[in-house]
């Protein structure tokens, strides 16, 4: 397919779900998470190793890896105060990916990680900090954000229109499902989905919280109120496009030219992780947890040249209109 056809099959992806996601929320955001994740974790990390994670070292993908190995021990050995290094260690990977992405010199590199050291030091008594990089950044500014930056982008690169819709209809979207709310489409969230979304719902409360769409009265009202609805069709949109987008971009991907070893181990380390989830869904969620993270960690350095290349373009853009 030509750019043009990828940015249009682009714009009917996102039209498609958020269509699915005003009916079925929670459903859709466990199968798109459940069946889809895994494959886009496993694709989109063989892809960046490629590409050497878009750094400029060749083992700078090692110190993403160690310091997820680190956030994920944490996470499952919690001690009184190892839950305020999960966001340490996030926004360590997130500011450590800007040395690698524009230095090459260890000298360099190293005061960088000393300043990103001390930053966090300063930002961690935020009272936001923990929800914007613990809770938001892995997540939604992950799925929605992050794939917006990386659309546009592209967009400027080509000189797009029918990007430029791609990118606007996501945006026109997003803001569709927080003015239209029909309370006609609420309906009673199965136990089942209840019990396999459990792990996510303080997602949802924070976002609820920042958009100030009311107080919850508990936990369980995600599933049953009206804000609850209106955020869960703006995640389950957010991730089930996230993962379309990148299996759109078969040109990125180039499926016929991995190695057959390769494309057989994708398939079956795919096949028994939907096979997991399908089992215990929570039990899917904490064996696939390091998968899930170490993709958003390795993927740090292309989200920086998203935003280093954003910059170029308008630049650019800016002088040929001078």
């Not at 996601?21 to 955001?29: D, R």
């Not at 966001?87 to 997130?94: K, T, V, Y």
């Not at 080509?158 to 996501?170: F, K, M, N, Q, V």
């Not at 996230?242 to 795919?270: D, G, M, R």
């Amino acid at each position: 397919m030509n750019s043009s056809t990828i940015h249009h099959v682009n714009t009917s992806l996102i039209i498609i779900s958020c269509i699915i996601a005003f009916f079925v929320p929670f459903e859709l955001f466990l199968f798109s998470y459940g069946v889809l994740g895994p494959l886009h974790y496993l694709t989109e990390i063989g892809w960046l190793h490629k590409k050497n994670y878009f750094t400029k070292g060749k083992y700078d993908f090692l110190v993403l890896t160690a310091t997820c190995i680190v956030m994920v021990y944490f996470n499952f050995n919690p001690t009184k105060h190892s839950i305020g290094y999960l966001p340490d260690l996030i926004a360590f990977g997130l500011l450590s990916s800007i040395a690698f992405v524009f230095m090459k010199d260890w000298l360099y590199r190293v005061a960088v990680l000393i300043l990103a050291v001390i930053s966090i030091s300063y930002l961690n008594d935020a009272n936001t900090y923990f929800t914007w990089i613990a809770i938001f950044l892995p997540t939604i500014i992950h799925v929605f954000i992050f794939t917006w930056m990386f659309m546009l982008y592209g967009t400027l690169k080509e000189r797009s229109w029918p990007g430029i819709i791609s990118i606007i209809t996501l945006i026109g979207c997003a803001i569709v499902i927080f003015v239209v709310q029909p309370q006609g489409l609420f309906y009673q969230v199965s136990e089942f989905s209840q019990k396999s979304y459990a792990l996510f719902a303080e997602l949802n409360v924070r976002l609820i919280q920042f958009f100030q769409m009311g107080e919850l009265a508990g936990v369980e009202q995600i599933y049953t109120s009206n804000a609850g609805f209106v955020i869960m069709r703006f995640i389950a949109f957010a991730y089930t496009y996230h993962y379309l987008n990148w299996f759109s971009k078969t040109s990125v991907i180039k499926w016929h030219q991995v190695p057959k070893k390769t494309l057989i181990a994708t398939i079956v380390v795919w096949l028994l992780s939907v096979a997991l989830y399908a089992y215990d869904y929570s039990k899917g969620l904490k064996v696939l947890f390091f998968l899930s993270f170490l993709h958003v960690f390795l993927e740090f350095p292309l989200n920086i040249t998203s935003f280093r290349g954003i910059g170029k373009e308008l630049s650019s853009l800016g002088k040929s209109r001078a």
